[in-house]
């Protein structure tokens, strides 16, 4: 083949979702910070950003390594123990139950946003499966942390 046959050289190669993810990691935390700034029910728990956002980095790590493994058919995810860490860390600064699924109503919305962001640099085929894997996590680790909000 000659070169830039068949090859657009102006493009970037598409990438995974998990590289994605990776890269724009601080970005979408501090797009969740801002969703969570704007949130009346959230913020009526008064803590420092650092507080607020300290289970984020992890998560992300947590994420992108889940997503650069091949799934388990017909398994939850593993959980960690960061979630379980949380769900005890959020009872103990007064959040209720409804606002940790708020939290991660916020997260899922940011993750979207940042993967919409950057539609043409994703690698296609491997799209929704990613974002399915993605909402079966964050609603995993929810329910692990609110398992251990409530002692459980």
């Avoid at 995974?16 to 913020?43: H, K, P």
């Avoid at 300290?54 to 388990?72: A, K, Q, W, Y």
Wanted: net charge negative; hydrophobic share 45%; with cysteine.
């Amino acid at each position: 083949m000659l070169k830039g046959q068949g090859v657009n050289w102006g493009q970037m190669a598409p990438e995974s979702v998990a590289t994605i993810l990776e890269r724009t990691a601080l970005t979408t935390i501090q797009d969740w910070y801002e969703l969570a700034v704007l949130n009346g029910i959230i913020m009526a728990v008064p803590m420092s950003r650092e507080q607020r956002c300290s289970h984020l980095p992890r998560l992300f790590r947590d994420l992108v390594s889940r997503l650069l493994s091949p799934p388990i058919s017909g398994t939850k995810e593993l959980f960690t123990e960061d979630a379980a860490e949380h769900g005890v860390a959020r009872r103990k600064q007064g959040y209720s139950a409804a606002m940790m699924v708020e939290e991660a109503r916020m997260l899922e919305i940011s993750i979207f946003k940042s993967l919409h962001d950057n539609l043409d640099h994703i690698e296609f085929n491997l799209l929704l499966p990613d974002v399915m894997r993605i909402a079966n996590e964050v609603d995993a680790q929810l329910g692990r942390s609110l398992a251990c909000y409530g002692g459980l």
